[in-house]
Structures are given as structure tokens and as C-alpha cells.
């Protein structure tokens, strides 16, 4: 690797690091201040920490290499996540930020034990264990493509590469806790922005043009610059379900529970569209871009989802490939903090905390909680040396585990005063039951499993929404309690 990259690399390691410093210093020290730093976060880093911790490696390297690959019809997952995404800061976010606050809640099995009232403790307990059975597989994802990356670009070993990438996250993290997370997010989010947009525009000039560059697809494969090419409606639908998913992503509505107010979600909602927008449109130029490139120039490319690496390598100085670089790991570790100090919070709150040690101090919780983002990225890592998992099934199966059982719930709470314990325990568990069925089920169709026919999102958040809607209908109806906080929540929403 040239001196001059692993200078910039350097820089961004040394500088996520000091934030993490930072951070710690600023952060109060108890439980509130390391998990939602004490909801005091800013908009513009609420929007650029829920947008960078929500992309992941797959805005730099998925979604690239799938328009590389099949052109324009790439763009239904894009379309569908936009659209997700703006409605989850319009009809959740403000909501969910009064409901937590209201009722004291730092992670979501905490709002759900708090808004129905489950003196079981169920609710926490479901949900705590699909957050860290998820997330456990979740952030290993993240961990894998951060030792791919060190070894497909940087020529280092695979599993160099992933100690390097999740000791710095565990480093910034287990310290700085939300604030850390939030703030390096932010830095990592305005990379990332900036490489989306300097990437395809230094390609395009590169090949004289936009005409040239469209006129090379066209030689290649016309029906490549055609949305509609292979058009079918359950294939539309079932790409445009990702953006379902939003609503139940605990590591993406928590940005919402941390803003200092939620008269501030507007401004975030601005901030974090206009980034997302950009940003996709980037992602998806590099890989547009990229195949009338490698065309052009009559060259090979072995793995499509390292167009990004590519360009970053033969069109830029060595310290700005540095840079460019540092905009993959970038979008890797945001996910994998996020990640795993939501896992932290659940196994340490929603369940030391709850059920081995209630007496337990701030301080006590708050080291329990640093112990867990160590153990949980000790697992990840012990899964990640399997180079066979697949980042893209386990990052798809558990966006749609969380879409499916969280989903619902998290809508359906905030607006319906008449959704009662039992109907969220049920949908709870029918929406990831779902999921599951659909993908380990050996059922074919037309020698097709159920999964590629249709986007197992699909059918997880619709059985979910039933089942809560019949179950709420057939049980007993919310106390005067319930009611009592979802009116007052309302009526501060006014």
C-alpha cells in the first residue's frame, strides 16, 4: 500500500479515536448520557448519525456493484429506502421522541414494557433477544466486509483487517458510548457524502462526458438505462419493502429518542433527506459510471462490488485514495457502533439491570454496558472468521427480522390508543416467525424458494399488522392509565 494512503488512513483511524476521547470527557457519566447522551443531540448530527449508521458498507459497495451489474432496475430498493426513510422521520420520529421521554424509556424493549404497561416484563424480553440475536449477526456482517476491504484494497491479511476495524469502533465506543457514536457518525456521514459525489463526477470527466459514458452503456446493454427492464409488479413491490424496514430498526429510531427536541426533527428530517438523496444518487452513479469505465477501457473487474475500490484506486493520488477508502470503513464501522451499543443496552439494561441486579447503581450498569460492547464484538469477530457467512443474506434476513417484528409494533403504538400488551407480544412474535418461515421453509415455486419470489418483509410485516389488529380487538382493552399517556402525548404533539 502507498505511503501516502496509509498516511490518510491513519489520519481517519487517529481522528475517530479523539472524538471517542472526546467525547467520553463531555459525556455525562451515567447511564442516560452513555446510551442517548442524555438526549442533547443536535439535528444535523441526529440526521447524519441515523443516515451513516443506516447505510452500512452497502451504499459504497452493494449498491454500486448491483447497478454495475443490471443498470437502472437497481433503483427500486433506492426508491423504496427514500421513501422509508422520509416517513419514519415523519411519522415516528416525533412521536416516538415525546412517548420515550414521557415515560422514561432509554431503548426500545424499555418503551414497550412502558407503553403497555407489562408488569410481566414479556415485552422485554422478546424483544431484548431478537435485538441481540439480530444485531449479533448484524454487526459480524459489518465486521466481514471491514476484513475484506483490508484485503482486497489494502493487501493485508483478512483477519488483520478485522481486528483493526472493530478495535477502533470497540475503542471510540466503549467509552464515548452515544455521543461517540453519534459524533463520529456525523464525521463518517460528511465523508462518505463527499466521496459519493467526487467519485462519479471525476469518472464521468474522465470519459469525456456524460454523453460518451451513456453512449459506451448502450453498447454494452441498452435495457441497462431502462427502469422498467424485467418489470414485473411483486418484483417492484417486493425491492420498494425495504424501505418498511425503517420503522423497526432500533438502531436507526434511537437517533429519534436522542434529540435534544422534537421540534428539531423537521430540521433533521431536511438534513438527512437531502443527504440520503444525494448520497444514493452517488452510489448509484458509481456503479453506472463504473461499468461504461471498465468497458471503455477494455479492462476486467472481478467482484463488481469493488467499483468503488477500483476508481478510488486508478483515477486518484494516493492520499486522496486514502481518503476514499476511509469512506468505506467509514460507512462500516458507523453501523457496527450503532450496532453494538444498541446490543449493549439490551443485554445491560433491559436485562442485567431488569432481571439479575435491579439494585444495581448507574455505575455498575454503566461498566456492564462497557463490558457488553466488548463481549458482543468479541462474537462478532468469533463469527466473522467463517469467510463463508454472506454479508448480504444476513444483513437482508435481519433487516427484515427487525422491519417485520418491530415494525408494526413501534406504528401501530403510537398511534392506536387501543393496541393492547397482548396484541404487541403476538404481533411481536408472528412478524418474526414469518420472516423465518419464509426463508427457511422448503417450499418451492416454480423450483423457486418463497424468498426470491417475494422479499420476506413482505408477508412478515403484513401477518404482523393482522395479528396485532385482531389480537387488540379480542382482549382486554388498555387501562385508564395507557389511555391517560397516549392523550397527554397527543395533546403535546398538537
Same mark, same amino acid.
Given at each position: 500500500?502507498?505511503?501516502?494512503?496509509?498516511?490518510?488512513?491513519?489520519?481517519?483511524?487517529? /481522528?475517530?479515536?479523539? #472524538?471517542?476521547? +472526546?467525547?467520553?470527557?463531555?459525556?455525562?457519566?451515567?447511564? /442516560?448520557?452513555?446510551?442517548?447522551?442524555?438526549?442533547?443531540?443536535?439535528?444535523?448530527?441526529?440526521?447524519? $448519525?441515523? =443516515?451513516?449508521?443506516?447505510?452500512?458498507?452497502?451504499?459504497?459497495?452493494?449498491?454500486?456493484?448491483?447497478?454495475?451489474? $443490471?443498470?437502472?432496475?437497481?433503483?427500486?430498493?433506492?426508491?423504496?429506502?427514500?421513501?422509508?426513510?422520509?416517513?419514519?422521520?415523519? %411519522?415516528?420520529?416525533?412521536?416516538?421522541?415525546?412517548?420515550?421521554?414521557?415515560?422514561?424509556?432509554?431503548?426500545?424493549?424499555?418503551?414497550?414494557?412502558?407503553?403497555?404497561?407489562?408488569?410481566?416484563?414479556?415485552?422485554? #424480553?422478546?424483544?431484548?433477544?431478537?435485538?441481540? %440475536?439480530?444485531?449479533?449477526? &448484524?454487526?459480524?456482517?459489518?465486521?466481514?466486509?471491514? =476484513?475484506?476491504?483490508?484485503?482486497?484494497?489494502?493487501?493485508?491479511?483478512?483477519?488483520?483487517?478485522?481486528?483493526?476495524?472493530?478495535?477502533?469502533?470497540?475503542? &471510540?465506543?466503549?467509552?464515548?458510548?452515544?455521543?461517540?457514536?453519534?459524533?463520529?457518525?456525523?464525521?463518517?456521514?460528511?465523508?462518505?457524502?463527499?466521496?459519493?459525489?467526487?467519485?462519479?463526477?471525476?469518472?464521468?470527466?474522465?470519459?469525456?462526458?456524460?454523453?460518451?459514458?451513456?453512449?459506451?452503456?448502450?453498447?454494452?446493454?441498452?435495457?441497462?438505462?431502462?427502469?422498467?427492464?424485467?418489470?414485473?409488479?411483486?418484483?417492484?413491490?417486493?425491492?420498494?419493502?425495504?424501505?418498511?424496514?425503517?420503522?423497526?430498526?432500533?438502531?436507526?429510531?434511537?437517533?429519534?429518542?436522542?434529540?435534544? $427536541?422534537?421540534?428539531? %426533527?423537521?430540521?433533521?428530517?431536511?438534513?438527512?433527506?437531502?443527504?440520503?438523496?444525494?448520497?444514493?444518487?452517488?452510489?448509484?452513479?458509481?456503479?453506472?459510471?463504473?461499468?461504461?469505465?471498465?468497458?471503455?477501457?477494455?479492462?476486467?473487474?472481478?467482484?463488481?462490488?469493488?467499483?468503488?475500490?477500483?476508481?478510488?484506486?486508478?483515477?486518484?493520488?494516493?492520499?486522496?485514495?486514502?481518503?476514499?477508502?476511509?469512506?468505506?470503513?467509514? /460507512?462500516?464501522?458507523?453501523?457496527?457502533?450503532?450496532?453494538?451499543?444498541?446490543?449493549?443496552? $439490551?443485554?445491560?439494561?433491559? %436485562?442485567?439491570?431488569?432481571?439479575?441486579?435491579?439494585?444495581?447503581?448507574?455505575?455498575?450498569?454503566?461498566?456492564?454496558?462497557?463490558?457488553?460492547?466488548?463481549?458482543?464484538?468479541?462474537?462478532? #469477530?468469533?463469527?466473522?472468521?467463517?469467510?463463508?457467512?454472506?454479508?448480504?443474506?444476513?444483513?437482508?434476513?435481519?433487516?427484515?427480522?427487525?422491519?417485520?417484528?418491530?415494525?408494526?409494533?413501534?406504528?401501530?403504538?403510537? +398511534?392506536?390508543?387501543?393496541?393492547?400488551?397482548?396484541?404487541?407480544?403476538?404481533?411481536?412474535?408472528?412478524?418474526?416467525?414469518?420472516?423465518?418461515?419464509?426463508? +427457511?421453509?422448503?417450499?418451492?415455486?416454480? =423450483?423457486?424458494?418463497?424468498?426470491?419470489?417475494? +422479499?420476506?418483509?413482505?408477508?412478515?410485516?403484513?401477518?404482523?399488522?393482522?395479528?396485532?389488529?385482531?389480537?387488540?380487538?379480542?382482549?382486554?382493552?388498555?387501562?385508564?392509565?395507557?389511555?391517560?399517556?397516549?392523550?397527554?402525548?397527543?395533546?403535546?404533539?398538537?
Amino acid at each position: 500500500m502507498d505511503t501516502y494512503t496509509l498516511i490518510s488512513l491513519g489520519i481517519y483511524f487517529i /481522528a475517530m479515536l479523539a #472524538i471517542g476521547l +472526546y467525547s467520553f470527557k463531555q459525556s455525562e457519566a451515567d447511564v /442516560a448520557g452513555f446510551l442517548l447522551a442524555g438526549r442533547k443531540v443536535s439535528p444535523k448530527v441526529t440526521a447524519l $448519525s441515523a =443516515g451513516a449508521s443506516d447505510m452500512s458498507g452497502w451504499m459504497l459497495m452493494g449498491l454500486p456493484g448491483a447497478m454495475y451489474v $443490471s443498470g437502472m432496475p437497481s433503483t427500486w430498493i433506492a426508491i423504496g429506502l427514500v421513501i422509508g426513510a422520509f416517513f419514519n422521520y415523519l %411519522l415516528v420520529a416525533p412521536r416516538l421522541r415525546v412517548y420515550t421521554e414521557e415515560s422514561d424509556s432509554l431503548t426500545i424493549p424499555d418503551y414497550f414494557e412502558h407503553r403497555f404497561h407489562d408488569h410481566s416484563h414479556t415485552l422485554r #424480553i422478546i424483544s431484548s433477544i431478537v435485538i441481540v %440475536l439480530f444485531f449479533t449477526l &448484524y454487526t459480524s456482517s459489518g465486521v466481514v466486509a471491514g =476484513g475484506k476491504l483490508f484485503e482486497s484494497a489494502f493487501g493485508m491479511s483478512y483477519y488483520t483487517g478485522l481486528y483493526v476495524t472493530t478495535g477502533v469502533v470497540v475503542a &471510540y465506543t466503549l467509552f464515548g458510548g452515544f455521543m461517540a457514536v453519534s459524533m463520529t457518525d456525523f464525521v463518517q456521514g460528511c465523508i462518505m457524502f463527499i466521496a459519493l459525489i467526487l467519485v462519479p463526477v471525476v469518472a464521468i470527466f474522465d470519459m469525456g462526458g456524460v454523453s460518451p459514458m451513456l453512449t459506451e452503456i448502450e453498447s454494452i446493454n441498452a435495457d441497462m438505462l431502462n427502469l422498467f427492464t424485467g418489470f414485473s409488479l411483486v418484483a417492484v413491490i417486493s425491492s420498494m419493502s425495504w424501505g418498511l424496514g425503517y420503522f423497526g430498526q432500533p438502531h436507526i429510531i434511537v437517533r429519534f429518542m436522542a434529540i435534544r $427536541s422534537e421540534k428539531d %426533527l423537521p430540521t433533521a428530517r431536511r438534513i438527512g433527506m437531502t443527504w440520503m438523496i444525494v448520497s444514493i444518487i452517488g452510489a448509484l452513479a458509481v456503479g453506472l459510471t463504473g461499468a461504461a469505465y471498465i468497458s471503455m477501457n477494455k479492462m476486467q473487474l472481478g467482484d463488481p462490488e469493488t467499483i468503488f475500490i477500483f476508481f478510488s484506486q486508478v483515477l486518484f493520488h494516493p492520499l486522496i485514495t486514502g481518503f476514499l477508502l476511509a469512506a468505506i470503513l467509514a /460507512a462500516i464501522m458507523s453501523t457496527i457502533s450503532s450496532q453494538l451499543l444498541v446490543t449493549s443496552s $439490551s443485554l445491560a439494561g433491559d %436485562l442485567y439491570h431488569r432481571f439479575l441486579r435491579r439494585g444495581a447503581s448507574q455505575g455498575e450498569i454503566l461498566g456492564v454496558s462497557r463490558l457488553c460492547v466488548a463481549l458482543v464484538a468479541a462474537v462478532a #469477530i468469533a463469527l466473522a472468521h467463517d469467510r463463508s457467512s454472506s454479508i448480504l443474506s444476513l444483513v437482508s434476513n435481519a433487516w427484515a427480522g427487525f422491519g417485520a417484528a418491530f415494525g408494526p409494533i413501534i406504528l401501530l403504538s403510537l +398511534y392506536w390508543k387501543g393496541m393492547t400488551r397482548l396484541g404487541a407480544i403476538s404481533g411481536m412474535i408472528a412478524g418474526a416467525a414469518t420472516v423465518l418461515l419464509w426463508i +427457511y421453509l422448503p417450499i418451492e415455486v416454480d =423450483g423457486k424458494p418463497l424468498s426470491s419470489l417475494m +422479499y420476506e418483509m413482505v408477508p412478515g410485516f403484513i401477518v404482523a399488522t393482522i395479528v396485532v389488529l385482531l389480537v387488540s380487538k379480542i382482549t382486554p382493552p388498555p387501562s385508564n392509565e395507557i389511555l391517560s399517556r397516549h392523550e397527554k402525548v397527543e395533546n403535546k404533539l398538537r
